[in-house]
């Protein structure tokens, strides 16, 4: 079989005129009659760049300088912005990356619903920067420069970014990462390491706040797990070994104490335990945010019987406890559903039940079908969820609160529900990833 020739590309920039931005963050310029998407570059902008891929149909280019500049620019604080994957957007304003996300998300509903209208909630804020408590690291010895690379990877490329800071990661795991490449480098090992799981609690008193993950790709001799838990203990953090697949992992250090990390759900009176593999919001301050909005948005009373679809270990479920007559989570992980009972053993909620399902499949012959929801929470994944929204509109709830991470499929479902019969009332995004161009949403459907 002939491989591909790697296409030539042009060697010296071109001026652009950046018109508007994709949905991807890119600037979206014209040349030639030709579209070309830019990195880092925004609307109004003029930009020198260079190509990076040319296409039949499009080209693609990065910006190597900003010769007119937008009121929306702003200088990154990040000293590796241009370079790293992990952010896509440092060097655009804030405020104008909630702007511009839902203006997105507006234009995917109006597209899906006909131009129907429902009020824009106001964007939910929290902090910019140092709020990402859950990350994979990828590791990587350099033998060029005798020195393991600690981060995320580069953007467009396998390459990991040569960075000993990190300003979006919580401040517990931007301060480790010199101290995890020395570590790391010290171990025999230290080639057969290619990843680091990071996950950060709330501060407890029966637990460490901060828990690191290493995946090992050889069994690792006594001197390094020495140096390992030595670390650990220094530093204050939990840490694990993952030989193989995610049921190989397991704490290494302390020897006694739970394998969980805790957060605080203070208006609830609530905390929540969770293995440091178990999925759960990156951002602290948002998550909060978010369950108070969805609770108001269905106005729960003490009458209500609640569904929550996608419940994961019990993020909206517990607190919806506090204050519905029941609540039901279903969760197709059997490991997340054993979470959320027992964090209601923990925090002594006797109102509350958890069920494991597939939630691709119909729901109609569960035996909970039966048992009269007055109103539904979804929460899906990003192929959103509409195998079984036929099935949720059968239990005929009152209202329906629909959390999404993608407003491609939640505008498509948005449409399956109007055609269900529920009319979207209310809709906005939530920043959960600040410097991305993740678009996090919350929406109301009530009964039309």
Known sequence: MRRRRRQKLPKDPVVLDIEK??????????LEGKVVFVDEALPGEQVSAVYTQKRESFDQAKTIEVLKSAEDRVEPPCQYASICGGCSLQHF?????????ASILDELLGQSLSGHQYTKMPPMTGPHFAYRRKARLAVRYVHKKEQVLVGFREKNSSFITNMDSCEILDPQVNNLLPALSKLIVSLEAFKQIPQIEVAVGDEHPDANSLALVFRHLVPLNDVDLDKMAEFAAYHKLDCYLQSGGPDTVSKYYPKTGVERLFYELPEYQLNLAFHPMDFTQVNAHINRKMISKAIELL???NEDRILDLFCGLGNFSLPMATKANFVLGVEGSEAMVDRGKENARRMELDNLEFNSADLTENLETKHWASYGFTKVLIDPPRSGALEILAAVSALKPEKIVYISCNPITLARDAACLKDLGYQL?????MDMFPQTTH???IALFNKA
Do not use: Y
Not at 21 to 30: F, N
């Open 93 to 101: 304003n804030s405020e104008a990356q909630l702007l511009f996300k």
């Open 299 to 301: 106005d729960i009373n």
């Open 21 to 30: 931005l994709s949905h991807e963050g890119r600037g979206i310029a014209h």
């Open 439 to 441: 678009v996090e949403s």
């Open 425 to 429: 009332d209310a809709g906005g995004v």
